[in-house]
């Protein structure tokens, strides 16, 4: 990589950085995890800067890769949280660092519950908003299969009591 | 409004991450690290450090690998290699081409090439390895001329090289080996210069780097240094003997450059670092006609499509002689 390109690189990284860490947290359900897949990633790109045409696609793609590999390797448990039990949608907090903290505890915990594929098609779907198109490309399922498997996923959480009370409650408003 | 679990699922992801953000020092760790890679890139003086080195001939490498221009597939070059004995068959029979070519007259050597979609025109001079390099379509950034004194070795250094193809060989590797270390000191003092916290990044880069056997080092070595127009025919012919002593090398003697041009093509499969890299050879063994970096297409797994080959390639439209300056 010379001067020029680490310049690119540095502000795809500064544009897209913040989202990429988000999705790789959603996709591991662990904000530390998440941080090693997320430089995991970076580090893969940065090798094949030159020759990516999209880089954040390129990243969604390893990213989910270094996951399922994860996962194959370890067959890592996701660490037993508790679950949060209620969710004041009126919470001045919401939107508020302090609420994403409370918030993401009973998240994860009900992501992890899904296996690595549903939650590549909800995080990518709903958090990234990636057409069902893109999603089926990019993992390389059918269009099909990314519909049924959301839906069956978005079912799933809703049975995580953790997860149903919130997004019950955050229904009632 | 009802919202569906969908919007609800939607909303709670941002706000539950909303205060993520990817620290910015992640970044600096992997470009220092990935810039090594670079200064090795073209590294070929032996006198100079390696980073004056690739400051004068990195100018090849930072043009090869502009975006985009690597991914245009090759046609009609699908020949078969051939393995062993019989690529070694031709390597020395292409080395004894190489002995027997006449000797050019300098001390001025003029190279045009193409990388990348851009024309570059170097003019060396092999008595103190002066180089200069026109780029004018390089775009924004770049200087149109650059000039880096002694970025090349000279007529006397090459000279000085072993002939035999055992101590060549040698001699190529721990040449390589000593341009690598010094890229990973460089490497390093720029890692030291980052927070306490981040210090394991150093270790995770430095762990990542493929660990070279002495026959990918010979072979790669050997690469970059064919690929000097300074190179005189004794010398060519040591290279690719040492080529031919060298496990894993393939020799395709009907292929064709991305130009179209006959050409002998000398590659080799680097296991560690996971690339092809070959080398055109003119079929009359008097220089390089191209080189060229592969990394094969991913096979899919996991259920996920793999990721496409690419190629990136550097070819060499002319190489001229003269006694006098020539002009660009």
């Known amino acids: 990589m010379d001067k020029k390109q680490a310049r690119a690189f540095e502000g795809f990284v500064a544009e897209s950085g913040d989202m990429l860490l988000r999705i790789a947290t959603l996709l591991t359900c662990d904000v530390h995890i998440a941080e090693d897949v997320y430089q995991e990633t970076l580090q893969r790109l940065a090798g094949r800067w030159a020759r990516v045409d999209n ?25 037993e949280l508790e679950l949060y039990a209620g969710y004041d949608s009126r919470d001045p907090r919401a939107g508020d660092p302090l609420a994403a903290v409370e918030l993401r505890p009973p998240l994860l915990a009900a ?39 959301a839906s069956r996923a978005v079912a799933r959480l809703r049975e995580q009591p953790g997860l149903g009370a919130l997004l019950a409650t955050t229904d009632s408003h | 409004m009802p919202a569906t679990d ?15 953000r990817a620290r910015s020092e992640i970044t600096t760790g992997i470009v220092t690290a990935s ?65 027997a070519a006449a000797a ?34 390089a775009g924004k950034g770049v200087p149109p001329v650059l000039f880096s004194k002694a970025g090349m070795p000279t007529a006397a250094q090459l000279a000085a090289y072993p002939t035999s193809t055992a101590s060549l060989r040698v001699f190529l590797i721990r040449q390589a080996r000593q ?22 990044l150093k270790r995770i880069t430095m762990a990542s780097q493929p660990k070279e056997t002495s026959n990918d080092w010979a072979f790669s070595q ?31 003697s009907h292929a064709t450059d991305s130009l179209g041009r006959p050409a002998v093509e000398i590659s080799r ?60």
Not at chain 2, 73 to 96: C, F, M, V
Request: aromatic residues 6%; proline residues 6%.
């Open chain 2, 104 to 137: 050019p007259v300098g001390p001025w050597v003029k190279m045009t090439e193409q990388a990348g979609g851009q024309k570059k025109t170097t003019i060396i001079d092999t008595r103190n390895g002066n180089v200069w390099t026109y780029q004018p379509d």
């Open chain 1, 55 to 79: 880089p954040r696609a390129f990243c969604r793609r390893v990213m989910h890769n270094i996951v399922i590999d994860q996962q194959r390797a370890r067959l890592r448990r996701p660490p």
């Open chain 2, 222 to 252: 050997t690469a970059y240094v064919l690929w000097n127009p300074e190179i005189s025919p004794s010398l060519r012919a040591a290279l690719l003997k040492v080529i031919a002593a060298t496990p894993g090398v393939a020799v395709n």
């Open chain 2, 35 to 99: 810039r090594r890679r670079h200064v090795r890139g073209r590294a070929l003086g032996i006198g100079v450090t390696g980073a004056a080195a690739a400051a004068a001939v990195g100018v090849a490498a930072v043009a090869s690998s502009a975006s985009g221009s690597g991914h245009a597939a090759r046609p009609g070059n699908s020949g078969q290699a051939i393995q062993l004995t019989a690529a070694q068959r031709t390597l020395k029979h292409l080395s004894a081409r190489a002995a």
């Open chain 1, 111 to 149: 992501l992890g519950t899904l296996s690595p594929q549903q939650r590549a098609i909800v995080v990518l779907r709903y958090f990234d908003d990636r057409s069902e198109g893109e999603v089926a490309q990019l993992l390389g399922v059918s269009i099909g299969t990314v519909k049924s498997t």
């Open chain 2, 6 to 20: 969908e919007d609800l699922l939607r909303d709670l992801m941002h706000r539950a991450t909303g205060d993520l």
């Open chain 2, 179 to 200: 341009q690598q270390a010094q890229a990973e000191r460089e490497m390093l003092a720029q890692a030291a210069k980052l927070p306490k916290r981040l210090r394991h």
């Open chain 2, 269 to 328: 499969y680097d296991p560690q670092a996971k690339y092809t890299e070959a080398v055109f050879e003119a079929p009359d063994a008097t220089r390089v006609l191209e080189t060229d970096s592969m990394e094969p297409a991913t096979p899919a797994r996991n259920g996920l499509p793999g990721e496409k080959a690419y190629q990136l390639y550097d070819t060499y439209l002319s190489i001229t002689w003269s006694a006098t300056r020539p002009s660009a």
